[in-house]
């Protein structure tokens, strides 16, 4: 049981996200929002392919946020997260568990995003679809993995709301180049050696990030 | 400040500045003479802006495990230090690479997009200790912040070094081994001014820490 | 289960807590005492590992049932799920969360979304959790937000739970006081 403890937190998570749907609502709008206003910016750029990168990158890191910035504010707000805090878990398990739901909601966002670019952005969609998949999962899991721990930081702070992105900004920088420099190689159909390097990079961060947040969850939660 | 330290800084400084403008040849491969001497300033100023970050992060592990001021108060003072050489490296490496380099892009240097980060990274730092009021607290989401900080600097130049073609890389790389020396002597009294700008304030620090909870030890 | 040696806690100048020792013996309810801001909340704090003394030590020995000022369910979740949540936990079986909700009396809202429950059906919620949860139940103001009659059964509930669980109870409420095995007293964070 207690190796699924985090399983657990995911899915109590996981319901509360489905159920209280109005909570996406503007988190999607911002992400749509970002997109468009990015495409109808730069309509007479030659250069698609930066723009498109770019603009979904930023957008799902706006949007990101908005819900990180929920993940532990929320448990905070409500008083939930005591009765978290004294769950026979060890904490990291409260972690990984918020940082598998926030996966979740970036996901969803960013699969509602992408097609945006191939029906009305005017981007031909690549023979490598697979591989831009694979690199929005591995962008989604950073973004989740660092603003979940963020998350729990700022909200242990004054004016969160605001403090969130300042937090989430340096460190967030590595994963955005990554992303989309990948991103823009695999949208032009290039060869995988080409964007090799940023996919190993987006491993890199991931790993580090999660192992790194992991171990420190203790820290950040205890008095 | 200890005053042995004090005065050795000064020294170092002195000295370094008397041989780097006055003493130091002319370099041959580098273009405009006068400037190309800023480099004697820029590649310390960063080596310290990354030191002080590290040694932020290394307070930020002891802090966590042994829970005293002191500790903090070095992670503290290390950072504001390190930004104001931050701050430094990034003006006169930009100053330096635009007489050097024609053409110069700033945002297609990787060495520029991680010093950028670091200083984002610094600022956060800040932006967070006064955001919490309660000091226990906020000792300990600084250093978990600082480590995760460390984490991502280093990641931030691999990142921008995969992504960056071509990446204009210092002359340093043929450096002229005459030249070599007074960098190398540079780079000494920096540090030295470094620990001694770290010895005060971090004494400082500790002051107001005592301050704020009058009952530590 | 859970003593405190010497507990101190400051937050800067002001003492929340001074040099508070006691210790609760296994399966005793224990009432705790004292005017608004007296410290209880910070002492129930300390108690659950939620908070670390700044002298002192705090023994903990046991899982633990929280309650805090607030009820803290989960809004979108129903009665059952927020129960159900903490439940899984501590090994509890759907049986036992039938019981507990019926010994707080609320097995009539258990399919009901917490949002839609009065402040009254929530607190009696969050006792059905805590007591699914640990063995060392530590509750602030437990009978808060409820009207007499069900405060009053609330409290005969709780006394119930004596033996199998052991209660440490933050509250002003008299019925509570009075049939408590033992009361905890504080008067500006001093146990008097």
Redesign the interface.
């Known amino acids: 049981m207690s190796a699924l403890a985090w399983w657990r937190v995911a899915a109590k998570d996981a319901r509360l996200e489905l159920r209280a749907r109005e909570a996406l609502q503007p988190i999607l709008l911002t992400g749509i929002l970002v997109v468009v206003v990015g495409l109808l910016a730069f309509h007479d750029v030659e250069e698609r392919l930066p723009v498109a990168a770019a603009t979904l990158w930023i957008g799902l890191a706006f949007a990101g946020s908005l819900g990180l910035a929920r993940a532990f504010g929320a448990e905070k707000d409500r008083g939930t997260i005591d009765t978290l805090l004294t769950l026979p878990v060890a904490r990291g398990h409260l972690y990984v568990g918020k940082v598998a739901s926030s996966f979740l909601t970036i996901l969803v966002v960013a699969l509602v995003l992408v097609p945006l670019y191939f029906a009305v952005g005017g981007l031909a969609l690549p023979a490598s679809w697979p591989a831009l998949l694979l690199l929005v999962a591995l962008g989604a899991l950073g973004l989740a993995a660092?603003g979940a721990?963020?998350s729990l930081?700022?909200a242990?702070?004054?004016?969160?709301d605001a403090?969130l992105p300042?937090?989430l900004?340096?460190?967030v920088?590595?994963?955005l180049?990554?992303a989309?420099?990948g991103t823009m190689d695999v949208l032009a159909d290039l060869p995988f050696a080409e964007w090799r390097?940023?996919l190993?990079?987006l491993v890199?961060?991931d790993i580090?990030?999660l192992a790194?947040?992991t171990l420190?969850f203790e820290?950040?939660t205890?008095? | 400040m200890r005053r042995w330290l004090a005065w050795m800084a000064l020294f170092a400084l002195g000295a370094d500045v008397f041989l780097t403008l006055v003493m130091a040849p002319r370099a041959a491969n580098f273009s405009a003479p006068l400037t190309q001497r800023i480099f004697y300033y820029h590649v310390p100023a960063a080596w310290v802006a990354y030191l002080a970050f590290g040694v932020t992060a290394v307070a930020g592990l002891v802090q966590?495990k042994r829970r005293d001021i002191t500790s903090d108060a070095i992670a503290l003072a290390s950072a504001e230090i390190g930004t104001l050489f931050s701050l430094i490296a990034l003006f006169t490496g930009l100053v330096w690479a635009r007489q050097e380099f024609v053409g110069y892009d700033p945002l297609r240097d990787a060495k520029v997009?991680t010093l950028a980060?670091?200083i984002?990274?610094y600022?956060?730092y800040f932006?967070?200790r006064r955001?919490?009021?309660?000091?226990?607290?906020r000792r300990?989401?600084a250093?978990?912040?600082g480590?995760?900080?460390a984490?991502?600097?280093p990641?931030?130049y691999?990142?921008?070094q995969?992504?960056i073609h071509p990446d204009f890389t210092r002359a340093d790389e043929s450096l002229d081994p005459a030249l070599a020396r007074y960098l190398l002597f540079s780079l000494g009294a920096f540090t030295i001014l470094y620990a001694a700008l770290l010895d005060a304030r971090a004494r400082l620090a500790l002051l107001e820490a005592r301050q704020?909870?009058?009952?530590t030890t | 289960m859970l003593a405190f040696e010497g507990v101190t806690r400051?937050?800067?100048?002001r003492k929340a807590l001074d040099d508070v020792s006691f210790r609760l013996a296994p399966g005793s309810f224990t009432a705790l005492t004292g005017a608004n801001g007296a410290g209880k909340t910070t002492l129930l704090r300390l108690a659950a590992a939620l908070d670390?003394p700044?002298a002192g030590r705090v023994a903990l020995g046991a899982s633990v049932g929280w309650l805090g000022p607030e009820p803290g369910l989960y809004d979108d979740l129903t009665a059952r799920e927020n129960l159900a949540f903490v439940a899984g936990f501590f090994g509890r079986s759907e049986d036992d969360i039938t019981a507990a909700a019926a010994h707080f009396g609320i097995e009539a809202a258990l399919d009901a979304r917490a949002r839609a429950l009065s402040r009254g059906e929530k607190q009696r919620v969050a006792l059905a959790r805590a007591s699914l949860a640990g063995d060392l139940m530590l509750l602030d103001e437990p009978t808060t937000g409820l009207d007499a009659e069900g405060a009053e059964l609330a409290a005969r509930a709780l006394l119930a739970l004596r033996g199998p669980r052991t209660i440490l109870a933050a509250t002003h409420d008299p019925a509570l006081v009075a049939k408590a095995d033992r009361v905890l007293r504080l008067e500006g964070g001093r146990l008097a």
């Open positions: 660092t721990m963020l930081l700022a242990q702070a004054r004016s969160r403090l300042v937090l900004a340096p460190l920088v590595p994963l180049l990554a989309i420099h390097p940023e190993l990079i890199g961060y580090s990030f790194a947040s420190l820290a950040a205890g008095a | 966590l997009v980060v670091l984002l990274a600022l956060a932006a967070l955001a919490i009021e309660e000091p226990a607290r300990r989401l250093a978990v912040f480590l995760l900080a984490l991502g600097v990641l931030s691999l990142a921008s995969a992504s704020e909870e009058p009952w | 400051r937050f800067r100048a670390s700044t």
